[in-house]
């Protein structure tokens, strides 16, 4: 069962937003959100360490999209997505790591805990 519970996502138009966020059973110090099309290897596009609030994002996300570790939401990450593409298309996964330097690759199988997924479309 897993450790981390996604909310969000959904249908939306070109150009439009939407927020993810994902809340974790227990503490831990790197939190974030991948992305996966059909085809595609699994993309981190963007991570926070929730206690210093560094974060890092893929070229695909850097400006549009913003990762948030608000401090009165205990385990909780929020990812906040402006100017959707339909490119953004995607089942989007929450993801967590016991580790704090993680977030410099954002590589897949440096986190331990997954979400389930969910799903995002962007009409064109």
């Known amino acids: 069962q897993s450790q981390l519970v996604e909310s969000g996502g959904g249908l939306v138009e070109s150009g439009g937003s939407l927020r993810l966020s994902c809340t974790a059973s227990?503490?831990?110090?790197?939190m974030a959100w991948f992305r996966q099309a059909p085809g595609k290897e699994r993309e981190g596009i963007a991570c926070?360490?929730?206690?210093?609030?560094?974060?890092?994002y893929a070229f695909s996300a850097a400006g549009r999209f913003t990762i948030a570790a608000p401090d009165n939401i205990k385990n909780t990450v929020q990812l906040q997505m402006t100017s959707l593409k339909p490119e953004d298309t995607a089942t989007y996964y929450c993801?967590?790591?016991?580790?704090?330097?993680?977030?410099?690759?954002?590589?897949?199988?440096?986190?331990?805990?997954w979400g389930q997924g969910t799903q995002i479309t962007v009409s064109s």
């Open positions: 227990g503490f831990f110090y790197t």
């Open positions: 926070i360490n929730t206690e210093t609030k560094e974060s890092t």
């Open positions: 993801a967590a790591s016991p580790w704090t330097y993680v977030c410099r690759d954002r590589k897949p199988a440096d986190f331990d805990e």
